[in-house]
């Protein structure tokens, strides 16, 4: 079993739209959670954080389950600049190094 | 600043071939990750710097695969006899680590080594 399980995807949403992406992880000793952005031919760039209380950041919202292993991801008013590769990142406690989910690609459409 | 380098940005070998990969992380950053980002997946741990000792090797494929660190600073990924299994984006990536390992700090990723393996 995969660290980190997210749907690949692709979504497809016009623009304005709100989409949500989900993932689940499957260590629940891990103690730090991200989103990562990546666009095409480029390197992971971190989006934001993510913390139990929840997080928001401008249109996106970041949200962490502990008991349920789940963390999500919401976009708001989609723009066009949104579309990229989105994933879900943990770093389990005592580790150093990242476990990346497979990505779930988002194209926002004009 | 200058943000993570690494060089080769695209490379090409046929299978048998011994490929070196180079990363210049971002200066005074302590440690340094070697990711393996096969097509269509995430970005997968291959191997873990602090300064230059490898800490952590356990997600090196096989024994062809080799990293070193010699000065603390910069770090070369080196491939033996590479095979079609190895095409691959090779990403590297550097933090500012110090404290204990229950903290975490923001890894910082090059732009990657794209390698093909004919």
Known sequence: RKEVEQD????????????AFNCTYSNSASQSFFWYR????????????VYSSGNEDGRFTAQLNRASQYISLLIRDSKLSDSATYLCVVNPVG???????????????? | GAGVSQSPRYKVAKRG??????????SGHVSLFWYQQALGQGPEFLTYFQNEAQLDKSGLPSDRFFAERPEGSVSTLKIQRTQQEDSAVYLCASS???????????????????????
């Open chain 1, 8 to 19: 690949p995807g692709p979504f497809n949403v016009p623009e304005g739209a709100t989409v």
């Open chain 1, 38 to 49: 990546q666009d095409c031919r480029k390197e992971p760039k971190l989006l934001m954080s």
């Open chain 1, 95 to 110: 580790a150093n190094n990242l476990f990346f989910g497979t990505g779930t690609r988002l194209t926002v459409i004009p």
């Open chain 2, 17 to 26: 071939q011994d490929v070196a990969l180079r990363c210049d992380p971002i």
């Open chain 2, 96 to 118: 500012f680590f110090m404290g204990p390992s229950n903290s975490y700090n923001e890894q910082f990723f090059g732009p990657g080594t794209r390698l093909t393996v004919l």
